[in-house]
């Protein structure tokens, strides 16, 4: 769904405010075929099966799906059986879990949207539940699972201190915990060794980072590197004999590159892999054999660089067998010789598979959202375009299947992040707004990772003024190009892209016709006074990316650059949603931004949902939504609309 705001220090993410067919798809309908109007419900509805997981012998599949309109946890065994339901969650969608051991899984869940994850063990049948962090308003996650130790694993939370995470060795079996490194206050992240020990530490103090190494589990822990946030070291994987350090870095390069490091010195040995147009996203390597296999990076799509001959053959044969849509390896057993192989495309949402490593069988294992017609989607094209001080802007445009690309009705979709960046593959989103007739444009706008420290930069202190230009410059290509009605451009955001709507109608308001704010920031200040304790670290650093309110003139600045404060410009028809319990957008910033309209008398058809955080992830939640919108914009840009309840007219003051 919408893209959540952000941050990214020094290569340690911060959890801030803000992821088939074994033929090729065939091409989109022709105008003489135009598709069938889509139900809402196919787009959002649970997937009918999900992030599948080998475990670790190769023997069972575990994976999500539906139980009482919940995704929960399942497990089957490959020779043949009955699936098992091991979890039994009737309130919110369990979204992610872990194989541990043969015999265990871990899995994280919160309460309404908080974010608040608590840790429960389980085993394969569903028996011996165990709850690993019984504590309210404690937000907990994996670190590690061992290779050579699977029942012990490392997590990490913040029950002692809110503001930063400790790390544990819990035993999944009885629930004991041991703790093994105490946050001084400024640990933003932990690497472990192919042995499953704490080698390396990111600190940060929000603007200043450093990469701390020991050479074994019983040293302390001594700085070997100290960038400024805007270069970054992002540690991937030690080398196999434990000795070196993979990582991607930009230090001395405009592009991350994939490097191998001496983590006792920080010194760069030498560069595997760079391009010359993006950043490097990562490594991939293979455990049972020990080596570092290859890199992944993305331009217009997603590629893969190989270092190693019997990886690339795998590939292969993999992408002659499935041809027409991307193929990645989602998993294996511990001794590689069971593959579990994902594909997906822009007009599916994909399947799963498993291969056969000796016999190079490959055996279909679930289509994701099988009622969806791959013929019936549109086609998501890469596009670029020149911003108007001449920067490069790259981005996607699906058009409406069927449909001449010519005066339509556009939306504008700007991702979350900002600091993250869309991708080519299937967006229901994108996909739902197509079938209503739509052209969608979404946008890399300055600031979109992956294109290099320099454009990233470029985002700094910009929001709601070059950023927002990229989006305004991105609309009005589209009407040059003849693709867009003037008269029929909307937008849609969720997160930042939520801040980057109600900047369009604010700052620009003889664009849009029609836009929709999707838990977006209205008040810059505001915004900045209500950060979950866990982004304390990333508070200087998100002054230096955004604007400090503590420094006058910089206040000024981001009082300029909030909606809210501009809220009299607005004439465009404009929707609201929003989550009770979003910790990272509160719900504030939709309250503002709604009270000041209504205050003068515009009608602003207003979502809340008081059983979600910082987006909708139930599904009744998301069909109201989604259903509110394909209304919203119908009426104001002429879209189509099935028939069915109007949800619009209970959403109004």
């Known amino acids: 769904m919408h893209r959540s705001l952000r941050f990214t220090a020094a290569g340690a993410a911060l959890s801030a405010l803000l992821a088939g067919c074994a033929a090729e798809p065939p091409p989109p309908v022709t105008k003489a075929e135009t598709a069938p109007l889509v139900d809402v419900k196919d787009f959002f509805k649970n997937p009918q099966s999900a992030g599948y997981q080998l475990s670790p012998n190769g023997e069972y599949l575990a994976y999500l799906a539906p139980w009482n309109n919940r995704l929960n946890v399942w497990v089957k065994q490959i020779a043949g059986g009955e699936p098992v339901r091991i979890t039994h969650d009737e309130a919110r969608?369990?979204?992610?879990?872990?194989?541990?051991?043969?015999?265990?899984?871990?899995?994280?869940?919160?309460?309404?949207?908080?974010?608040?994850?608590?840790?429960?063990?389980?085993?394969?049948?569903?028996?011996?539940?165990?709850?690993?962090?019984?504590?309210?308003?404690?937000?907990?996650?994996?670190?590690?699972?061992?290779?050579?130790?699977?029942?012990?694993?490392?997590?990490?939370?913040?029950?002692?201190?809110?503001?930063?995470f400790d790390v544990f060795r819990v035993d999944v079996e009885t629930g004991k915990s041991t703790l093994l490194i105490k946050n001084p206050g400024d640990v933003s992240g932990y690497v472990t060794d192919h042995d499953?020990?704490?080698?390396?530490?990111?600190?940060?103090?929000?603007?200043?980072?450093?990469?701390?190494?020991?050479?074994?589990?019983?040293?302390?822990?001594?700085?070997?590197?100290?960038?400024?946030?805007?270069?970054?070291?992002?540690?991937?994987?030690?080398?196999?004999?434990?000795k070196n350090l993979i990582a991607t870095s930009n230090i001395g390069r405009d592009k991350q590159a994939l490097v191998e490091l001496d983590p006792a010195t920080g010194k760069e040995l030498k560069v595997l892999y760079e391009n010359p147009e993006v950043d490097v996203d990562g490594a991939i390597s293979s455990e049972a054999r020990k080596k570092l296999t290859g890199v992944v990076y993305e331009t217009d799509k997603q590629h893969y660089v190989f270092f190693d001959a019997t990886r690339e053959a795998l590939q292969k044969d993999l992408e002659a067998k499935l041809p027409g849509v991307n193929v990645?390896?989602?998993?294996?057993?511990?001794?590689?010789?069971?593959?579990?192989?994902?594909?997906?495309?822009?007009?599916?949402?994909?399947?799963?598979?498993?291969?056969?490593?000796a016999t190079q069988k490959l055996d279909h294992v679930a289509s994701v959202a099988p009622w969806l017609d791959p013929k019936q989607m549109a086609e998501m094209t890469?596009?670029?375009?020149?911003?108007?001080?001449?920067?490069?802007?790259?981005?996607?445009?699906?058009?409406?299947?069927?449909?001449?690309?010519?005066?339509?009705?556009?939306?504008?979709?700007?991702?979350?992040?900002?600091?993250?960046?869309?991708?080519?593959?299937?967006?229901?989103?994108?996909?739902?707004?197509?079938?209503?007739?739509?052209?969608?444009?979404?946008?890399?706008?300055?600031?979109?990772?992956?294109?290099?420290?320099?454009?990233?930069?470029?985002?700094?202190?910009?929001?709601?003024?070059?950023?927002?230009?990229?989006?305004?410059?991105?609309?009005?290509?589209?009407?040059?190009r003849g693709i867009a009605d003037p008269k029929r451009l909307g937008i849609y955001g969720g997160s930042y892209g939520g801040y980057a709507t109600l900047a369009g109608v604010t700052f620009t308001p003889d664009l849009y016709a029609a836009a929709v704010d999707y838990v977006g920031v209205a008040n810059l200040l505001t915004f900045m006074n209500t950060l979950p304790p866990y982004w304390e670290q990333g508070r200087k650093m998100l002054y230096e990316m955004?604007?400090?309110?503590?420094?006058?003139?910089?206040?000024?600045?981001?009082?300029?650059?909030?909606?809210?404060?501009?809220?009299?410009?607005?004439?465009?028809?404009?929707?609201?949603?929003?989550?009770?319990?979003?910790?990272?957008?509160?719900?504030?910033?939709?309250?503002?931004?709604?009270?000041?309209?209504?205050?003068?008398?515009?009608?602003?058809?207003?979502m809340v949902k008081d059983n979600e955080g910082h987006g909708f992830h139930n599904e009744e939640n998301r069909f109201d939504f989604y259903r509110a919108m394909e209304q919203f914009f119908g009426q104001h840009l002429g879209g189509r609309v099935a028939p069915g309840q109007d949800v619009l007219a209970g959403l109004k003051n």
Do not use: C
């Open 382 to 480: 890469p596009i670029s375009y020149q911003a108007r001080d001449g920067l490069t802007i790259h981005g996607y445009l699906t058009l409406p299947a069927g449909e001449a690309p010519k005066n339509l009705p556009l939306i504008v979709n700007p991702h979350g992040g900002p600091w993250v960046r869309d991708s080519w593959g299937f967006d229901p989103e994108v996909q739902f707004l197509a079938n209503r007739g739509y052209a969608v444009l979404q946008v890399n706008y300055r600031g979109s990772t992956g294109y290099g420290r320099k454009f990233w930069e470029a985002s700094f202190g910009q929001w709601g003024r070059t950023m927002q230009d990229d989006l305004t410059d991105g609309a009005n290509e589209m009407v040059k």
């Open 196 to 242: 499953g020990v704490i080698r390396i530490e990111t600190v940060t103090d929000g603007v200043n980072a450093k990469l701390l190494y020991r050479p074994d589990g019983k040293s302390k822990f001594k700085t070997v590197i100290t960038t400024n946030f805007r270069e970054s070291v992002s540690p991937q994987l030690f080398t196999f004999d434990n």
């Open 546 to 606: 955004v604007g400090n309110p503590e420094d006058p003139a910089q206040k000024a600045r981001l009082t300029a650059e909030s909606p809210i404060f501009s809220a009299d410009k607005i004439k465009t028809p404009l929707l609201v949603a929003q989550g009770l319990h979003d910790p990272r957008v509160n719900k504030n910033e939709s309250d503002q931004m709604v009270k000041a309209l209504r205050a003068r008398g515009v009608d602003v058809p207003y």
């Open 328 to 357: 990645s390896v989602a998993g294996t057993d511990l001794d590689e010789k069971v593959w579990l192989i994902k594909t997906w495309g822009d007009r599916t949402r994909g399947d799963y598979y498993l291969y056969d490593g």
């Open 93 to 164: 969608d369990i979204r992610s879990f872990n194989w541990t051991t043969d015999d265990r899984l871990v899995y994280g869940q919160d309460l309404a949207g908080d974010e608040n994850f608590k840790l429960f063990s389980v085993k394969r049948d569903g028996s011996g539940l165990i709850n690993l962090t019984p504590w309210d308003k404690v937000k907990a996650d994996v670190v590690d699972v061992p290779r050579n130790d699977r029942r012990h694993i490392l997590i990490e939370h913040n029950h002692r201190n809110p503001k930063v």
